[in-house]
């Protein structure tokens, strides 16, 4: 799976929209990009995934560059609530894999009120 | 519905003990994962079940670790002779396909153990 970078932390102000970064550079065709979140002391929950289309859910919406070598999650209106690490990981989607997800450090998002 | 759930919560015990540590899935998910979690780290994978089976063990750190899931939907994981170093949240989730799909995992609230 291809890896991903991601900043170490990020602030946002409550209310405004949160964009959060990622490289894959090394990305492969059928390599998708999935975001998860982990609250403070719960498992990580899923947000959304894609493969080159932007993609939009009730949580939040994904852009992928036309190169598929960076992607931006955005959280349109963050809340307190939204306070949370996130994590890009670029998963093979095929036959032969697992299903693993393999974690990076992730983006530590901070919303202040 | 019910989500993932792990037993126990907590988990406290001296080194060299014996430990078990266990997660209920989502009824009907055929996937399930095993992932730990360090203090400050992403979750690191350490094996997938596909029904009962271990379709991959690779993320197990040693033989001192193993994992069971006799009837394809509760799985048990075990560590023997336990360490300090063994200390970690361990996170089980579940995914209702095929690992071949793109379906997401479900992940439980962990199992927090801390070897003394």
């Known amino acids: 799976d291809a890896k991903t970078t991601q900043p170490t932390s990020m602030d946002c102000a409550e209310g405004r929209a949160a964009n959060l970064p990622c490289n894959h550079s090394t990305i492969s065709g059928n390599e998708y990009v999935y975001w998860y979140r982990q609250i403070h002391s719960q498992g990580p929950q899923y947000i959304i995934h894609?493969?080159?289309n932007n993609e939009t859910n009730e949580m939040a919406s994904l852009i992928i560059t036309e190169d598929r070598k960076s992607s931006t999650l955005i959280l349109p209106h963050a809340t307190l609530r939204d306070t949370a690490v996130y994590y890009c990981i670029a998963r093979f989607r095929g036959s032969s894999n697992t299903g693993k997800l393999i974690f990076g450090q992730g983006t530590t998002l901070q919303v202040k009120p | 519905g019910a989500g993932v759930s792990q037993t126990p919560s907590n988990k406290v015990t001296e080194k060299g003990k014996y430990v078990e540590l266990r997660c209920d899935p989502i009824s009907g998910h055929t996937a399930l994962y095993w992932y730990r979690q360090s203090l400050g780290q992403g979750p690191e994978f350490l094996i997938y079940f596909q029904g009962t089976g271990a379709a991959d063990d690779s993320g197990l750190p040693n033989d001192r670790f193993f994992a069971v899931r006799p009837e394809g939907s509760v799985s048990t994981l075990k560590i023997q002779r336990t360490e300090r170093g063994d200390s970690a949240v361990y996170l089980c989730?579940?995914?209702?396909?095929?690992?071949?799909?793109?379906?997401?995992?479900?992940f439980g609230p962990g199992t927090r153990l801390t070897v003394l």
């Open positions: 894609g493969l080159k």
């Open positions: 989730a579940s995914s209702p396909s095929l690992a071949g799909g793109i379906n997401e995992q479900f």
